[in-house]
């Protein structure tokens, strides 16, 4: 069976969702009926036996707006649709949501899709739900906003990644798939 992770970082970059990532592949890669790839932005990642890794500098980007965008892009679509057909599934850690636009092309093809759940991202930009919180579009973007300056001072961060808040809303995840599958 051949499997395909796509991670932005691998390990060493990243954190617990890239070491989590890092140990499931080394768990998988001890089988020897899976042939698995890596596709990832980091340069030298810690390299798996049996494990075959392409670094794309596509993966590497200075927000996650910017690497969405990429993967809209028409001829990047292709060519990832051209790997994915060589591939049974699709494995996406959680942390990567930006390689989310990949899903519909991969179910287009066939073929199955893992993602791994590291936290909330997929339903709130930042990954943190606050007890009792009752989210909108605007608290959702004040948060990210917030988020943004406190955490990487920077305020043209805040502005795009408010902006992208919305797409982080579970029914407009799901319109935006079907739009570009």
Not at 16 to 45: C, H, M, W
Not at 78 to 85: D, F, P, Q, T, W
Request: net charge neutral.
């Amino acid at each position: 069976m051949n499997i395909l992770i796509t991670s932005e970082p691998f390990w060493p970059e990243g954190s617990g969702g890239s070491l989590a990532t890092y140990l499931i592949t080394k768990l998988l890669a001890q089988d020897r009926d899976f042939s698995i790839t890596v596709v990832t932005g980091t340069e030298n990642p810690v390299k798996v036996d049996n494990v075959k890794y392409i670094v794309d500098p596509m993966f590497r980007a200075s927000s996650k707006a910017e690497l969405l965008l990429r993967l809209i892009n028409p001829v990047l679509r292709h060519r990832y649709e051209e790997l994915i057909r060589g591939f049974d599934i699709l494995y996406i850690p959680s942390y990567s949501s930006c390689d989310y636009p990949l899903i519909p092309i991969a179910k287009k093809l066939g073929k199955k899709v893992v993602v791994h759940l590291h936290d909330y991202q997929p339903f709130t930009y930042n990954s943190v739900i606050l007890v009792d919180q009752r989210n909108n579009i605007l608290t959702d973007i004040g948060y990210e906003a917030r988020y943004e300056v406190y955490e990487h001072n920077s305020v043209k961060r805040a502005i795009l990644g408010s902006m992208m808040t919305p797409f982080s809303n579970e029914k407009i995840i799901h319109a935006l798939l079907r739009v570009f599958s």
